[in-house]
């Protein structure tokens, strides 16, 4: 742990919060045996940002304890990941302080991003550059779901799947894809099966749309059968190639992708698409 990086966003984090802001908190205060009404700081002037105690109560901890104090100070070694989101929502860290912190406690950034509904920031942000895309783009949540694409990409998928793992995997309502996979059963099969695997098994609350495409894919014979085998670990896509019907010429082509993941959602991707007719 960098405990002097580490104290440094917490207390700073804290400082620029403002009292007023948690409503809860006079009740708090009260029913630890604080007086209701807030003092003052140094020089009489009245505290507006939380204390260190305020913290503690807001995240449950009794009063007489010290747990936020220590926490902030760095005498917590190891602080967990839940422990580590409840101060980061007290505290209304945005998604690069909540990384930060992370990276200053563990090492490395946080496996999930604080708020789970970012879809609309993220589209919001991300839809006028892939509209400028030459090339076929488009933008997919954590779960697959098509969030943004151009007109490329519309010509080339034709239409745009709104679930781009369904349409891989041919599941409902995409039953007709597998036509514009030439090479599925090397390459876009086993690649989209060892996605889900990867993606449910390290998110620890993985979601529902994930959790029913599983569902869907043990009910199908030949998914299951490649499912349930050895899978190659394979995480993105970025420098992929394989080939493609594209769906407006209907003509066999090859299509190289590269992929990159907005900051602040860490299981989002931007793909861009590039389909080569074959000679």
Same mark, same amino acid.
Request: aromatic share 8%; hydrophobic share 40%; with cysteine.
């Given at each position: 742990?960098d405990?002097q ?13 403002d ?5 809860e ?6 029913? $630890?045996?604080?007086? !209701? ?10 505290l507006?940002?939380?204390?260190q105690?305020e ?6 901890f009794?009063?007489a304890? =010290? ?12 602080p ?9 929502t ?6 690069h ?11 490395h950034? !946080?496996?999930?991003?604080?708020? $789970? ?5 993220v ?5 006028w ?6 090339h076929?783009?488009y933008?997919s ?6 969030l ?8 080339l ?5 709104k679930?781009?793992?369904r ?11 597998r036509?514009?996979?030439p ?13 889900l695997?990867?993606?449910l ?11 029913q495409? /599983? ?6 014979p /030949?998914?299951r059968?490649m499912?349930?085998?050895?899978l ?5 896509? =970025?420098?992929?190639?394989r ?5 407006t ?7 190289d ?6 900051m ?11 389909w080569?007719?074959?000679?």
């Amino acid at each position: 742990m960098d405990k002097q990086r580490f104290g440094q966003i917490l207390g700073r984090a804290r400082q620029r919060t403002d009292a007023a802001d948690y409503p809860e908190l006079p009740e708090l205060r009260h029913k $630890a045996g604080l007086p !209701a009404e807030r003092g003052s700081g140094p020089g009489g002037r009245r505290l507006h940002c939380l204390s260190q105690v305020e913290v503690s109560l807001l995240l449950g901890f009794d009063a007489a304890q =010290d747990n936020y104090a220590r926490l902030e100070r760095g005498l917590i070694a190891n602080p967990s990941d839940e422990l580590l989101r409840q101060v980061a929502t007290v505290l209304r860290l945005q998604e690069h302080q909540w990384h930060d912190l992370y990276i200053a406690a563990h090492g490395h950034k !946080a496996p999930r991003p604080l708020q $789970a509904v970012i879809s609309l920031a993220v589209q919001g942000n991300w839809s006028w550059a892939i509209e400028g895309q030459r090339h076929a783009a488009y933008l997919s949540d954590g779960a697959w779901n098509v969030l943004a694409y151009n007109s490329a990409a519309e010509a080339l998928f034709n239409p745009m799947p709104k679930n781009m793992m369904r349409w891989m995997l041919s599941l409902a309502p995409e039953q007709r894809s597998r036509a514009a996979m030439p090479d599925w059963a090397e390459s876009w099969g086993p690649v989209a099966l060892s996605q889900l695997r990867t993606a449910l098994a390290e998110r620890s609350e993985a979601c529902g749309t994930l959790q029913q495409i /599983e569902r869907e894919v043990l009910a199908e014979p /030949e998914l299951r059968a490649m499912y349930n085998s050895f899978l190659d670990s394979y995480i993105h896509p =970025d420098g992929t190639r394989r080939l493609m019907v594209h769906g407006t010429l209907r003509e066999k082509g090859v299509m190289d992708a590269v992929a990159s993941t907005p900051m602040g959602a860490p299981h989002y991707r931007v793909l861009i698409m590039k389909w080569t007719p074959l000679a």
